[in-house]
């Protein structure tokens, strides 16, 4: 009998004004009366949803209607657009510079997690637009010279043939002294410089030009300067490149010529433009050279690089000089120094390529 005569005190702490339980006048309702009104259905999918009153009218960047109901702007209509009206009339403000992409300024490594846009991206910094063109040559050694090269150097391994042995071209330690340990190999005897190894040409590694390197050698320009700018004339015409001036490294008396003395320019081109100066000398320069014979075999560095000369009446056979000879003085044309940088990795794979392309070779072929 305690026990209820306390139930209604109990009751009365529980929703009195200094206690957190409170009883909600909406969930008694809902509770008690069982014809609540039931929500609104929602709008079916194709109407859109009402603006609300108080969101003003739409900007008027922002096309209301969908572009193909919009009509066609004519020439007078874009007449009387005037942007800064439409600019002072704008409520809403474009995005800032501070919102654009901006790539990374360095890069830091692959590990970072900011990464720069590949070169392709428009957006990198380092993007170069093109090509625009494609080279002839290029385009010959892509469909036809890369597939010969992969048949003419593949060599058949029958299953189960043991590996050659690799040539030993490092020098190890021998062990009379403790301080030999762990150090690094030797290089060969005579201070020979060690050239990279020759590997089998497959698709990964098919011998490729890469650059061309031209340079041209005046030393009358000790004398007379305008020897120098004649050969820079010619050299840029040729090439389609500025050429850099050259010194001289050591002083050679016969000549009159002083360590320092500007005798010489050079200029190096890449890419399509190599391809186009390539393709030029062997269609309209060799075949206009009387008993040419072609490079000699010996040439090379063995490291895949292939150069050859051309004397001074031999450079005036170029297209841009032969078409404007008289702009240039005849016994003031140099000749230059052509040398064809390639991918590949011995001389042997860097003639094959270049007999490829059109560059006959003569003589002994030394590897």
């Not at 609104?40 to 109407?47: A, E, H, I, N």
């Not at 007379?224 to 015409?237: F, G, W």
């Not at 050429?243 to 490294?249: A, L």
């Amino acid at each position: 009998m305690t026990a209820l005569r306390e139930l209604p005190r109990a009751g009365r702490q529980l929703f009195s004004a200094a206690s957190h339980w409170k009883p909600c006048t909406s969930s008694i309702r809902r509770c008690a009366s069982t014809e609540a009104a039931a929500p609104p259905p929602p709008p079916p999918p194709s109407q859109p949803k009402p603006r609300p009153a108080t969101a003003g009218p739409l900007p008027e960047d922002i096309e209301a209607a969908s572009g193909l109901a919009t009509p066609i702007v004519t020439r007078e209509d874009v007449r009387l657009i005037d942007p800064r009206k439409r600019a002072s009339r704008r409520n809403f403000e474009l995005p800032h510079e501070r919102y654009r992409y901006h790539p990374p300024k360095y890069y830091r490594g692959p590990l970072h997690p900011v990464q720069p846009p590949p070169a392709s991206d428009p957006v990198a910094r380092n993007f170069t637009p093109g090509p625009f063109n494609l080279p002839r040559l290029k385009q010959t050694y892509h469909s036809t010279i890369a597939s010969d090269l992969m048949t003419l150097t593949y060599q058949h391994t029958p299953p189960g043939t043991e590996p050659r042995p690799e040539r030993v071209r490092l020098r190890e330690w021998d062990d009379s002294s403790p301080y030999m340990k762990g150090r690094p190999k030797r290089g060969p005897r005579g201070n020979d410089v060690l050239f990279p190894l020759e590997q089998e040409i497959t698709w990964r590694n098919i011998p490729e030009v890469r650059a061309v390197h031209v340079s041209m050698y005046v030393p009358k320009a000790k004398k007379n300067p305008d020897h120098l700018i004649v050969c820079r004339a010619v050299m840029q015409t040729i090439t389609g490149v500025r050429p850099s001036i050259t010194v001289n490294h050591q002083s050679v008396a016969q000549w009159g010529i002083i360590r320092g003395d500007r005798t010489g320019v050079k200029a190096s081109v890449y890419g399509e433009q190599a391809w186009e100066f390539i393709d030029k000398v062997i269609q309209l320069v060799l075949p206009k050279i009387k008993e040419w014979q072609g490079v000699e075999g010996t040439t090379g560095d063995s490291t895949g690089n292939i150069s050859f000369g051309l004397k001074p009446h031999e450079v005036g056979y170029f297209p841009e000089v032969e078409a404007n000879y008289s702009l240039y003085p005849a016994k003031m044309i140099p000749g230059c120094r052509i040398m064809l940088e390639t991918t590949a990795k011995s001389d042997r794979h860097a003639r094959l390529l270049c007999s490829t392309i059109g560059i006959p070779f003569y003589g002994e072929l030394v590897d």
